[in-house]
Structure formats: structure tokens, C-alpha cells
């Protein structure tokens, strides 16, 4: 009698564990030249990360770890730099930032708003999710220059990406600055900020004593030999 009643507890426990339990499939993807993703999806249906999600730098510095479920990114996420210093901590479950590294005069990376700041004013920067390295590598892998970089050196080339953020914190509008030491040829290239994906749209917006502004983001880059962008070192 015991077991006739344990019985069907133990057909729906096993009927959850194989609901929940998916056999899934590893997938590594380039992001840039240094940096690829490593992940798993559902054997059935590709387009569902499951599990654990890593961004490696030169295939062996993680910048960026944590996990999914059906798909969504789930729980505590960790954003590095390219030295494994923590940039940011995210929990997407709370959908809150836990922590922020704050940033030196060395970082290739400047904000601006328009307004006039005294010091009272309290002003805090747009913050990307993903942190400083990973979350802004979607801005930096779109662009490429119009030329063969050889025909001036990369290391007579330069360029600025210029993103303005909406008080909603959206992206707004997405430029690249490009700037050269030989002659005036210095292009601005606009580019469709419908070509990132919804969530490279997304920014926490400055605020300028505590309402949200409007804001830009200066990247300084460097040009890569295929004419690709890539951080300052």
C-alpha cells in the first residue's frame, strides 16, 4: 500500500526533472578579433541559450560570466576587464546593478551632458550593462573604416565612437569619428542604431540632481589592421 502511494510521486518528480532538464549543445561565437563567447543551447532549438555564458579575452581572461534560462539571462552576472579586475556585478533577476567600478583618468572612455555643473550639482554617468569592456564591444564590432587601413598606417588613424543616450536611457544616435594625421580627410560616419540588437540599445540614463538628462558617451579606439575598432590599451 506504501508503495502503491509513493509510486506516483515518484512519476511526477521524474516527469518535472525531465521537463526542467534539457540536453543542450556548446556554441562559441567571435566577437572581435580577442574576445570570443563561449555557451549552451538547446539541442532542439538553437535559438535558447541554457546554462553557463562566458566572454573570453585571448581565449582564456573571462570579461564577462553567468548563466541563462530559456534563454534569459538569470541571477548574479560578473563583467570583468581584460586584466580580470570586476568592473560591474549584475543581478537581472532584481534587475539592479550590485556594483560599479569606479573609473580613473586612464579609461578610454568619457561622458558629456549638456549641461553647466557647479560643485553642488550631483551628476552621475550613463552605465551600460555588462561593464566598461564587455558591454561596450556590440558599438565597437559594428564599424569598419571605408579604406584600406595600410593606405595610411593604423597608427596614423584614430577614432571616437560618439553615442548619445536618451533621458529614457535609450540609444539615440551612434557616430563614429574618424581622424587621421596626414591630411583633413576626418569623416563622421552616422550609422542605424537599428542594426543593434534590442538590449545594446539599453542604458541606465546620466541624471543631473537626480533627474534623468540627456548624455553622450566618447569612446576612444584604436584602428585594427582590418580596419575594425578596438579599445585603447
Known amino acids: 500500500m506504501y508503495l502503491k502511494k509513493l509510486l506516483p510521486g515518484i512519476f511526477i518528480l521524474f516527469f518535472i526533472t525531465n521537463c526542467f532538464s534539457q540536453e543542450t549543445i556548446e556554441r ?12 549552451h543551447v538547446v539541442k532542439n532549438n538553437e535559438q535558447i541559450k541554457e ?4 566572454a573570453l579575452f585571448k581565449h582564456k581572461i573571462a570579461i564577462a ?3 541563462y534560462v530559456n534563454g534569459k539571462k538569470t541571477g548574479r552576472w560578473y563583467f570583468y576587464d581584460t586584466k580580470q579586475n570586476v568592473l560591474q556585478i549584475y543581478n537581472y533577476n532584481k534587475d539592479s546593478i550590485l556594483y560599479e567600478a569606479r573609473e580613473d583618468t586612464t579609461s578610454s572612455i568619457r561622458y558629456l551632458i549638456d549641461k553647466v555643473i557647479s560643485d553642488t550639482d550631483k551628476v552621475t554617468k550613463p552605465i551600460k550593462v555588462g561593464g566598461r569592456y564587455y558591454g561596450y564591444l556590440p558599438y565597437l564590432g559594428l564599424y569598419k573604416i571605408p579604406f584600406d587601413p595600410y593606405e595610411y598606417g593604423t597608427f596614423n588613424l584614430a577614432a571616437v565612437v560618439e553615442l548619445l543616450i536618451s533621458p529614457l536611457g535609450r540609444l539615440a544616435e551612434y557616430k563614429v569619428h574618424l581622424f587621421t594625421t596626414y591630411d583633413k580627410y576626418n ?3 552616422t550609422m542605424d542604431i537599428h542594426l543593434f540588437k534590442e538590449e545594446d540599445r539599453k542604458f541606465i540614463p546620466a541624471t543631473y540632481n537626480g533627474e534623468p538628462v540627456l548624455s ?4 576612444s579606439c584604436r584602428i ?7 579599445f585603447l590599451r
Open 51 to 54: 546554462g553557463l555564458y562566458q
Open 187 to 189: 569623416p563622421i560616419t
Open 65 to 67: 560570466s553567468g548563466n
Open 216 to 219: 553622450r558617451i566618447l569612446i
Open 224 to 230: 585594427t589592421t582590418d580596419g575594425g575598432l578596438d
Open 28 to 39: 562559441k561565437n567571435r566577437l572581435t578579433d580577442n574576445v570570443i563567447e563561449k555557451f
